[in-house]
């Protein structure tokens, strides 16, 4: 982590942390996201957001897709009760980018931190010290950072990936993969991330957003969540200031915009490795 000049959207100057990190975390496993067979239970899957629930993506949950979109064109299944999963980084590229690859229509995406380049390194531009914004911004890509470097990114495009009748669960943790993001959270569950407790048991402290105020879970020790959240899903306490609180894990939407003026730039998708580089050795 560096200090570094920058300049904020609102064209004001300051200081940044540049904060340089790797595209899978240390602190927790990744995955599983696809199940393989129809007769897998919850241990083989992740989850999925639907109508702000976190489904459990077990085999049954897969062989039943056709009646929870009531779509009978959903077959991710075959006859012998086998499960389509994308299973090389070629795969994993065609099926994740937006357009989906016709060939990979009707398959589980499940992209392994193997495929991923061994030296990916993504820099992340936060201000040092938070500065009110005139009015809150949308949210347009990643959204900040976990404690562990872990990057939350914005909502997954969900109506691309239904379109295409294909699923891209996310881990138990709430993040999966894809080629040019490295491994991200779309949702926060609990027990995963590494967290920073509060003497008061409000809700652990977890990351911090591009705008630079810090992200706490979504509920306290109590397991009650704030109700005085405002658009963004944050607000003011005397013993920490201006912070937000995660969504629901079903929510497939971390926060909901930034209260803060973000760095010029920060919010774009760095470039990444071209779709289908092979698997690291």
């Known amino acids: ?23 899978v975390p240390s602190d927790h496993a990744q995955g ?10 919850p241990e083989a899957g992740g989850i999925w957001p639907e109508a702000g629930t976190a489904h459990d993506v ?53 992209c392994l931190p193997t495929y991923l380049a061994r030296d990916t390194v993504v820099e992340t531009l936060i201000p040092k010290l938070p500065t009110r914004a005139k009015s809150p911004s949308p949210i347009r890509s990643n959204i900040g950072l ?35 993001d490295g491994y991200h959270y779309h949702a926060v569950t609990s027990g995963c991330l590494t967290s920073i407790a509060q003497d008061d048991a409000h809700a652990p402290m977890i990351g911090y957003a591009l705008d630079g105020y810090p992200i706490h879970a979504r509920a306290g020790h109590d397991g009650a969540e704030p109700t005085d ?23 497939n939407q971390t ?15 760095p470039p990444g490795p071209p779709p289908g580089q092979p698997p690291r050795e």
């Open 229 to 251: 959240l405002d658009e963004c899903r944050g607000h003011m306490d005397d013993t920490r200031g201006y912070h937000y609180h995660v969504a629901g894990p079903g929510k």
């Open 146 to 180: 976990a404690l562990n470097g872990v990057e939350f990114a914005a909502p997954a495009p969900t109506h691309a990936i239904l379109a295409a009748h294909t699923l891209a669960p996310f881990d138990d943790c709430g993040g999966h993969i894809n080629m040019h």
């Open 1 to 23: 982590m560096q200090e570094v000049p920058c300049t904020l959207e609102s064209g004001e100057s300051t200081t940044c942390l540049r904060i340089a990190r790797k595209s």
């Open 32 to 41: 599983p996201w696809c199940p393989k067979s129809v007769h897998d239970g």
């Open 255 to 269: 926060l909901d915009c930034f209260t803060g003026e973000i760095v010029q730039g920060a919010a774009r998708r």
């Open 58 to 110: 077990t085999g049954e949950f897969i062989a039943n897709l056709a009646t929870f979109y009531g779509d009978s064109a959903w077959a991710l299944h075959n006859e012998d009760g086998t499960i389509n999963v994308t299973d090389t980084a070629e795969a994993c590229a065609a099926a994740a980018r937006p357009d989906v690859d016709p060939a990979l229509h009707n398959h589980c995406v499940e």
